[in-house]
């Protein structure tokens, strides 16, 4: 089986982001870029998928201008096999990327694509689905479990009671949460290893010619502040704190 | 004037409380407020739906195949009744995160993801980067808003309301391809952390892994979620899965207790949407105290015990 992982860079988890005083965004001028983290674990459960023979290729693809390549050079040497850029210097809102997804997903057939449940930056949580949908194909997100049955697969989901398991046909589209597994730490070798792995280009024009960008990013603001509230004395007294606001 | 289209939220022959919360973010957009109930047999919850104030229309589609919420079954039937609807709601829970995305697609449009504000009727405000700043999104008037509504903004809309009930059979047809299996659960009866109403964590001040049954113990009493610092979880007090913060779980309850823990950065990270913020501690300088609405000093072995003793 041949498993598709797209990754996407965004800004390093550690990195506090700042809003520009101007509003036009966020300063990402000489901060750290990684992979998606949610996206580093969907290539860690089709590299683990590879290692216990349910999976024999593990393509890494990601959408960007030439910079993601780095992102990519780092998936290579987590242990995908090869990679694909989907060159374009737009940023794609997810109906947009999801299209062009689809395109590469016809002219490789996976047998399953996994992909993070979000990305940190743009938080949108839609991108899996939207291909799924476009595909015509299950959903699994948010999962927690992949376990795969030959032609189908058992998907531990995290869902707000508790965990959801469905029984999916694949071709199958799903997303990552952070308990699915712990990604792998790179290894000097295998970076000098990656640089001799494929690595294609592909214009985003060849996939699609269709731009489904519909929402217009406007203003950015930095989130309000939390201010300081009251002290209370003693337990008697935030009992009735929270019985005066309604809270209890 | 535009009409809007709820994908009600339910379990147990229960409406989800953040359908409620749907229904006040619409009101701001301002529009004909209708609501879609899946299920398998929906009439319990219609009733609820109905009773909402400022519905003014329930669509009941009933059929097996929406015994449970599965995106790929519900979102082309969703996409289905969106026809001459202006707006597509849902709350941005697990299952609505689940399965608009899916409508959205089938109906050709980019999702708004968790409105926080209606700045007008085709503008909205969304958290990005983990809540760290906040985005003006603008839908063109010529395209359908679908959009999730983050419900830790809006307040639950009342009662009162006599909307009528419409029901009908799936319009579209539905896949063979997803089945559902199971629904497990986890940590008994308590709460999701992620989307409990009310979420207790502590901190390191606990001491050990046996002193946090005093948390569990309380969030039964409050039907609680509950949740642990950074620190904690390091000194291997609990799980993982249980950790509040930065490189934790993001979290916005209503009403948020921190017992214990002295407020570092990445904890509040995590909490800064939450509610209301009850901090304990008994260090009256902890950085918890800047951003506590309520704040007591004091050994929460004592306070914890007492607590639950007064909302017995």
């Given at each position: 089986?041949?498993?598709?992982?797209?990754?996407?860079?965004?800004?390093?988890?550690?990195?506090?982001?700042?809003?520009?005083?101007?509003?036009?965004?966020?300063?990402?001028?000489?901060?750290?870029?990684?992979?998606?983290?949610?996206?580093?674990?969907?290539?860690?459960?089709?590299?683990?998928?590879?290692?216990?023979?349910?999976?024999?290729?593990?393509?890494?693809?990601?959408?960007?201008?030439?910079?993601?390549?780095?992102?990519?050079?780092?998936?290579?040497?987590?242990?995908?096999?090869?990679?694909?850029?989907?060159?374009?210097?737009?940023?794609?809102?997810?109906?947009?990327?999801?299209?062009?997804?689809?395109?590469?997903?016809?002219?490789?057939?996976?047998?399953?694509?996994?992909?993070?449940?979000?990305?940190?930056?743009?938080?949108?949580?839609?991108?899996?689905?939207?291909?799924?949908?476009?595909?015509?194909?299950?959903?699994?997100?948010?999962?927690?479990?992949?376990?795969?049955?030959?032609?189908?697969?058992?998907?531990?989901?995290?869902?707000d009671?508790?965990?959801?398991?469905?029984?999916?046909?694949?071709?199958?589209?799903?997303?990552?949460?952070?308990?699915?597994?712990?990604?792998?730490?790179?290894?000097?070798?295998?970076?000098?290893?990656?640089?001799?792995?494929?690595?294609?280009?592909?214009?985003?024009?060849?996939?699609?010619?269709?731009?489904?960008?519909?929402?217009?990013?406007?203003?950015?603001?930095?989130?309000?502040?939390?201010?300081?509230?009251?002290?209370?004395?003693?337990?008697?007294?935030?009992?009735?704190?929270?019985?005066?606001?309604?809270?209890? | 004037?535009?009409?809007?289209?709820?994908l009600a939220e339910h379990a147990?022959?229960?409406l989800n409380?953040a359908t409620?919360?749907c229904?006040?973010?619409?009101?701001?957009?301002?529009?004909?407020?209708?609501?879609?109930?899946?299920?398998?047999?929906?009439?319990?919850?219609?009733?609820?739906?109905?009773?909402?104030?400022?519905?003014?229309?329930?669509?009941?589609?009933?059929?097996?195949?929406?015994?449970?919420p599965?995106?790929?079954?519900?979102?082309?039937?969703?996409?289905?009744?969106?026809?001459?609807?202006?707006?597509?709601?849902a709350p941005?829970t697990?299952f609505g995160?689940?399965?608009?995305?899916?409508?959205?697609?089938?109906?050709?449009?980019?999702?708004?993801?968790?409105?926080?504000?209606?700045?007008?009727?085709?503008?909205?405000?969304?958290?990005?980067?983990?809540?760290?700043?906040?985005?003006?999104?603008?839908?063109?008037?010529?395209?359908?808003?679908?959009?999730?509504?983050?419900?830790?903004?809006?307040?639950?809309?009342?009662?009162?309301?006599?909307?009528?009930?419409?029901?009908?059979?799936?319009?579209?047809?539905?896949?063979?391809?997803?089945?559902?299996?199971?629904?497990?659960?986890?940590?008994?009866?308590?709460?999701?952390?992620?989307?409990?109403?009310?979420?207790?964590?502590?901190?390191?001040?606990?001491?050990?892994?046996?002193?946090?049954?005093?948390?569990?113990?309380?969030?039964?009493?409050?039907?609680?979620?509950?949740?642990?610092?950074?620190?904690?979880?390091?000194?291997?007090?609990?799980?993982?899965?249980?950790?509040?913060?930065?490189?934790?779980?993001?979290?916005?309850?209503?009403?948020?207790?921190?017992?214990?823990?002295?407020?570092?950065?990445?904890?509040?990270?995590?909490?800064?949407?939450?509610?209301?913020?009850?901090?304990?501690?008994?260090?009256?300088?902890?950085?918890?105290?800047?951003?506590?609405?309520?704040?007591?000093?004091?050994?929460?072995?004592?306070?914890?015990?007492?607590?639950?003793?007064?909302?017995?």
């Amino acid at each position: 089986m041949k498993v598709l992982v797209f990754i996407k860079r965004v800004v390093d988890y550690n990195v506090r982001v700042k809003v520009r005083p101007d509003g036009s965004g966020v300063d990402t001028g000489g901060v750290k870029m990684s992979i998606n983290p949610f996206d580093e674990i969907a290539l860690e459960e089709a590299l683990q998928m590879r290692e216990a023979g349910t999976a024999d290729e593990v393509v890494v693809v990601s959408a960007g201008g030439n910079e993601c390549q780095q992102q990519l050079r780092t998936g290579l040497a987590m242990g995908a096999d090869r990679a694909i850029q989907i060159d374009t210097d737009k940023t794609l809102q997810p109906l947009s990327a999801a299209r062009a997804f689809l395109a590469l997903i016809e002219q490789q057939q996976p047998g399953l694509v996994l992909l993070g449940k979000q990305a940190i930056d743009d938080d949108n949580n839609q991108t899996g689905q939207m291909l799924a949908a476009l595909w015509g194909r299950p959903q699994a997100t948010n999962a927690a479990e992949i376990v795969i049955n030959g032609n189908s697969a058992l998907v531990t989901r995290e869902v707000d009671a508790g965990l959801e398991v469905l029984d999916i046909d694949l071709p199958a589209v799903v997303t990552t949460d952070l308990r699915l597994n712990t990604p792998r730490f790179v290894k000097l070798p295998d970076i000098m290893k990656a640089k001799k792995k494929p690595l294609d280009v592909v214009a985003l024009g060849e996939l699609t010619s269709h731009d489904d960008t519909n929402l217009q990013i406007g203003q950015w603001s930095p989130p309000a502040q939390r201010s300081k509230g009251i002290m209370v004395d003693d337990v008697a007294g935030l009992v009735g704190e929270l019985k005066n606001r309604g809270l209890l | 004037m535009s009409k809007i289209l709820i994908l009600a939220e339910h379990a147990n022959g229960q409406l989800n409380q953040a359908t409620a919360k749907c229904v006040t973010c619409a009101k701001a957009i301002g529009g004909e407020v209708h609501l879609a109930i899946f299920s398998n047999d929906g009439q319990a919850v219609a009733k609820q739906a109905a009773g909402l104030a400022d519905v003014s229309k329930v669509l009941q589609i009933d059929h097996q195949d929406f015994s449970h919420p599965l995106a790929a079954q519900i979102a082309p039937e969703l996409a289905a009744q969106a026809d001459g609807y202006g707006y597509v709601l849902a709350p941005s829970t697990m299952f609505g995160k689940d399965v608009l995305p899916r409508a959205a697609a089938l109906l050709g449009v980019n999702q708004v993801s968790d409105i926080m504000a209606v700045n007008s009727a085709r503008s909205f405000k969304r958290p990005v980067y983990a809540g760290n700043a906040i985005v003006d999104v603008t839908v063109p008037a010529d395209s359908l808003v679908v959009a999730t509504v983050r419900t830790a903004s809006w307040a639950a809309a009342g009662e009162g309301g006599s909307a009528t009930i419409e029901q009908s059979a799936p319009q579209s047809d539905r896949p063979a391809h997803t089945r559902f299996v199971e629904l497990r659960t986890e940590a008994g009866d308590r709460p999701d952390l992620q989307t409990a109403n009310i979420v207790i964590s502590g901190g390191r001040a606990l001491g050990s892994a046996e002193n946090f049954e005093m948390i569990y113990a309380l969030a039964r009493k409050l039907k609680a979620g509950v949740g642990a610092s950074r620190a904690a979880v390091d000194a291997g007090y609990v799980p993982n899965d249980m950790q509040v913060g930065q490189t934790g779980k993001i979290i916005s309850p209503e009403l948020y207790f921190a017992f214990g823990i002295s407020g570092a950065i990445q904890h509040v990270t995590g909490i800064k949407d939450a509610g209301t913020i009850i901090a304990v501690n008994k260090d009256a300088d902890a950085p918890i105290f800047e951003i506590a609405d309520i704040g007591l000093v004091g050994d929460l072995f004592q306070v914890i015990p007492e607590l639950e003793q007064a909302l017995s």
